[in-house]
């Protein structure tokens, strides 16, 4: 079992910026491809990022590329979301989740996930 633990959702002004971080424990960390997913108000939930194992590859969706990065520190058990010019749009609740030796664009690939942390941006 993995359990995953994310933090640094908030209430933030358009243009602002947010860090959301995931903290893994009970498995070796490095096994495991991340990824943050956002699920917003009446929609599905959608991926934002990838990034594999080594935190060598990333993935991002094109609604976030230039804004959002993904990193992660294997020697911390943690995953990161940096998230600049943060729009309404981008209001949602964000999971991180983990995925057994790789990573992928769909959430149902994932074996583990977060419970989430809400982001709210306001216009």
């Known amino acids: 079992q993995v359990q995953l633990v994310e933090s640094g959702g908030g209430f933030v002004q358009a243009g602002g910026s947010l860090r959301l971080s995931c903290l893994a424990s009970g498995r070796t960390f490095s096994d495991y491809g991340m990824g943050w997913f956002r699920q917003g108000p009446g929609k599905e939930r959608d991926v934002v990022a990838t990034i594999t194992r080594s935190g060598e590859y990333t993935y991002y969706a094109d609604s976030v590329k230039g804004r959002f990065t993904i990193s992660r520190d294997n020697a911390k058990n943690t995953v990161y979301l940096q998230m600049n010019s943060l729009k309404p749009e981008d209001t949602a609740v964000y999971f991180c989740?983990?995925?057994?030796?790789?990573?992928?664009?769909?959430?149902?690939?994932?074996?583990?996930w977060g419970q989430g942390t809400q982001v709210t941006v306001s216009s």
């Open positions: 989740a983990a995925r057994w030796r790789a990573t992928h664009v769909e959430g149902s690939q994932y074996n583990y």
